[in-house]
């Protein structure tokens, strides 16, 4: 575990870590946050304020979690994630205050590069795949296909997004080509799926 005496974090002075999480390097964690026992954290993490993260949690390297999230047991966020302030995460699907229902909580994974808007909601037992877009407010209740934009409530897919961040001009449905001006990458859509030819160095 690396504690606040490990100069290659910073984590502020009112973040309360919990003796048996595992953080790895270059992580910035900032006020109120409360990392449990538990929580496996990779490297090069900005954790924003008033940020809660459960025992059976593991985040990725390369996160950005902004202010006002909780991440609960059962939820996996891969590399390169961004968590929009106040996104909810669940773990359970039919809570009740008087019946424990710790022995049912499902499992929540989030892929390499997703983005969560503010505001989001990401119901439990579900796959968020990789590069993802899930819009501010929506509530995603079933699972989201790599490079998808996904808005509303419920969510429901609106587009592509690229793993540059941008809109891609593609059909919602059927084949399609597009290039990105930024990196040079080319997607295809082929039977309503998204392949992507890294022009650049990065693993896919």
Known sequence: MND???????????????N???????????HWTHISSGARIGSNCNIGQNVFIANKTIIGS????????????????EDNVFCGPSVVFTNVINPR?????KQEYKN???RKGATLGAN??????IEIGKYAFVAAGAVVCRPVKDYSLVMGVPATHKGWMSAYGERMNL???GDGYWECINTGDIYFLENNKINRTVRRTENN
């Open 20 to 30: 048996g999480a595992i953080i790895g390097n270059s992580n910035k964690i900032w």
């Open 97 to 101: 205050a008087h019946i424990s229902r």
């Open 108 to 110: 929540t994974l989030i």
């Open 4 to 18: 606040k005496t490990d100069l290659k974090n910073f984590i502020h002075e009112t973040a309360l870590i919990d």
């Open 120 to 125: 989001s909601t990401i119901i439990c037992g």
């Open 62 to 77: 390369n996160v950005k979690i902004q202010n006002n999230v909780s991440i609960y047991d059962n939820v996996v966020i």
């Open 171 to 173: 059909p919602l449905t």
